[in-house]
């Protein structure tokens, strides 16, 4: 169905229907000039905003529509994580253009509803309009902490461990495959088109590329899960982070910022670098240094955390996180220290939409 | 200076610099994975969001950046407002294309500063990114309220009075003016072009129109002000609304949202449309009906509210705001009575950018 058959107020009818609130702090949801929030008593809001372009963020030739709305909405419950806080409620702006059909909107509503209904966030409000060119997506989340329970990015001190949820660069590697395949893709469609073989051509519109034994990789590209987990077990294990953020533009850009915000150097060790065994091969596969992907590929949207020493055994314990290494006096710099022992300035080289 | 040179995080520090936040809720403004907020005891906290696509909400042939930023800011504030609810913060987020310096995003920032300074609200957050294409503004408000205070579009009642602050249609007859200005101006430099005239293009590139006798609608359209001045005044006079929202889309629209949620019918008269005299005569010199103008224009950003009729006096004595009608039961429907005494069934004929 066409969308201008529905107009803006038929296309948020039809997508509120199915968006029920659940949160006791949310007063009332769609419908109104504001949604209304009760915060608890004492309580912190954390607010934080994501605005994702087709063509810059996402490219919907190989991104399914629900996957990206899961993803859209993961982001940004991402960052709420990594403020040791729980979201509770989003708002979400689309901006249509005119290629895009009432089921395309819908199919993404599914994705968001299916983020939201894992963290048991409600959607409450949002805009729907058009625009000239593509898809524009913003979402905003709303999350409660206790102020006493509040990481920053600013508190980690020398001697601090650096930890990190899950591994490293896998989502880069399953975007770099993709873009291939992309690529690959568009020259066998050319080359039919060029030699006018309509059984080519046939061929090629049911074509699915093999990625087995890829899943892996391609699954953090495209439906990352916020670690919400991880906020969960350190709460449970009793382990206050210094530090916390959460990586989105890859690990060293992040941790620079850490280590600026904090007033600290530090020191990672490459070999401490959590990788799974499809980034480790699509990185070979593809000529690329599998650590200089881990620090810099972006997307990985894990926690990066650092503890008191005195943690250390607390912290080792937990499932799924790694220390990485430390936090130093301001003056040491940040650097990575390679597999040989040598000491290499950090750099931030990951995703900068703007460079 | 061109963006691509301070790279992302260069630009959000450039333009973070001269933001400082002054509300004692805002524990936190920009500089981590989320703003911090510390919502006073009791009360609600709304939250609303609009996103702004260049080409289809804004021309950057006529509005320049420094109001687009300020309107920005106060299209969404007005919404805060008509929740009968104070603003406090608001985060930012921007999408920029290659043909944007970064003196033209400093000059964004200004207006959505002035506008920010005027309601005493502090900028908190955001996000800065690139877009293939034109410029998209996502802004979201956070406002506080007593619950007791909070206003919806839903608490209309028969009887009720049917006011709006401001007069109506003159945002929309600024645009006309514009966009009429656009289209003479461009068929004189197609003309220029083809005489091949050098002193006739450097001429046009001089060139202002005059738009003297009609800065009133131009103001309007290009610089509208959120009325949180009748917010204060109501509150004064100790008038509670039983239903309010801002007028965005065109009285006609708006108003039938409040029946249709209040399930309630209305009747307004013509001859109560708050007019002022420019928007009047712009309309006849466009042959253009102006109370058609008036019901559908959109971008008045006035407040439009329901008081019971009991409070008839007290609202009549308020400076700025009108009584144009009534609230009657939902079987009597939606309708306009017109000069000649005839009723008019209201259509929502407004903005509707998915149409």
């Known amino acids: 169905m066409e969308i201008q058959e ?21 007063v009332k949801g769609i419908g109104d000039d504001c949604a209304i929030l009760a915060p608890a008593e004492g309580m912190r ?3 934080t905003t994501d605005l994702l ?40 702006s689309l901006a249509i253009s005119s290629k895009f059909q009432v089921e395309d909107i819908e199919t993404l509503y599914v994705g968001m509803r299916m983020a939201c209904e894992k963290w048991g966030v409600d959607i409450v409000g949002g805009d729907t ?12 989340a709303v999350g409660e902490a206790r102020p006493e329970d509040i990481v920053l990015r600013s508190g980690a001190k020398p001697t601090d461990l650096i930890c990190v949820s899950g591994n490293l660069g896998a989502a880069y590697m399953g975007l770099q495959l993709l873009e291939r ?8 469609v050319e080359e039919a088109r060029r030699s006018g073989s309509k059984e080519q ?47 989105s533009d890859g ?22 670098l959590p990788l799974d065994y499809q980034t480790a091969a699509m990185a070979e596969e593809l000529n690329l240094n599998v ?28 499932d799924d996180v790694h220390v990485i290494g430390y936090i130093t006096e301001q003056d040491k710099g940040c650097a990575l220290i390679s597999r040989d022992g040598g000491e290499h300035v950090l750099k931030a080289q990951g995703w900068n939409p703007l460079k």
């Open 6 to 26: 529905l107009g803006e107020f038929g296309l948020i009818e039809r997508l509120a229907k199915d968006i029920t609130t659940r949160n006791a702090s949310t």
């Open 291 to 318: 650590s200089t992907c881990a620090l810099n590929g972006g997307e990985d949207y894990e926690l990066l955390f650092t503890v008191p020493l005195a943690q250390n055994d607390a912290v080792s314990a937990l």
């Open 251 to 272: 690990l060293s850009s992040e941790l620079m910022h850490i280590c600026k915000q904090s007033q600290t150097g530090c020191r990672i060790y490459e070999e401490r």
């Open 45 to 47: 809001t954390l607010v």
């Open 129 to 140: 309009t058009a625009s000239l060119t593509g898809l524009a997506i913003s979402i905003t």
């Open 181 to 188: 395949e992309k690529v690959i893709y568009n020259e066998q």
């Open 53 to 92: 372009m087709e063509g810059v963020h996402f490219d919907l030739t190989y991104v399914p529509l629900q996957h990206l709305g899961y993803k859209a909405v993961m982001v940004n419950l991402s960052d709420i994580f990594a403020m040791n806080a729980m979201p509770r409620q989003i708002t979400v």
């Open 201 to 247: 051509m046939e061929a090629l519109r049911e074509a699915q590329p093999d990625f087995s034994g890829r899943e892996y990789i391609l699954e953090r590209q495209l439906k990352p899960e916020a670690r919400g987990d991880i906020v969960a077990a350190l709460q449970q294990a009793g382990i206050h982070p210094t530090s916390m953020m959460d990586i």
